[in-house]
């Protein structure tokens, strides 16, 4: 990888997320050094370029989706089958063992409003009435923090230096700590906190 490598560190044990997968046993120091503008949709320099190649999703969550393929339908205005590239591939760490992507449409992916940058499964979800996780992609919700081989990580767009709006912002940990606890609950949160704030002490002293 170019820029920066990974710095693992092991936690005390290891912990499965919700999904029944990924379980996470360690954890890239840098995920509490690196920082982005995690306000998304207060944007106005980056063109929302992050969603512009689609984006992974799990075998389990596309079904969800497709549960309710014709609610969806009449609220996006396209058809299912412009939704998925319909391409697999074999990942034991994504929930379902394997994932394909969401396909890009005219330069971004099928479900990003492309007047605002938002993500319209999430809107479909707050709209009406139920919580986004059920049909949002996991590594969406989680991005730029992602997962692979146990560690939790960040996405190659940080350590290539390629993500627009690094180094503005809250480091990635502290922006996308909710999502860990949805995840993967208050037990893991509790140690990443306490890995985060020696790390600051360490640095201050």
């Excluded at 005390?12 to 503008?37: K, Q």
């Amino acid at each position: 990888m170019s820029g920066s490598e990974y710095e693992p560190f092991k936690l005390s044990r290891s912990y499965t997320s919700r999904e029944g997968t990924p379980t996470i046993d360690s954890v890239d120091l840098n995920v509490f050094r690196y920082s982005y503008f995690s306000a998304c949709l207060s944007c106005t320099f980056c063109g929302h370029s992050c969603c512009n190649w689609g984006v992974d999703i799990d075998a389990e969550n596309v079904e969800r989706i497709l549960a309710r393929k014709d609610e969806l339908e009449a609220y996006l205005g396209t058809r299912s089958e412009d939704w998925f590239t319909g391409e697999w591939e074999i990942i034991a760490d994504y929930p379902g063992g394997k994932s394909t992507r969401t396909k890009v449409v005219d330069g971004s992916c099928t479900f990003q409003n492309r007047e605002n940058g938002a993500c319209k499964l999430h809107s479909f979800a707050l709209e009406k009435g139920f919580d986004y996780h059920v049909i949002k992609p996991l590594i969406s919700s989680l991005f730029p923090l992602t997962f692979g081989d146990g560690l939790l990580c960040l996405g190659e767009e940080l350590y290539e230096g390629s993500l627009i709006c690094q180094g503005n912002g809250p480091s990635c940990y502290d922006a996308q700590r909710n999502e860990v606890l949805y995840y993967f609950g208050p037990e893991l949160v509790a140690e990443l906190d306490s890995i985060r704030d020696s790390l600051k002490e360490k640095a201050a002293a």
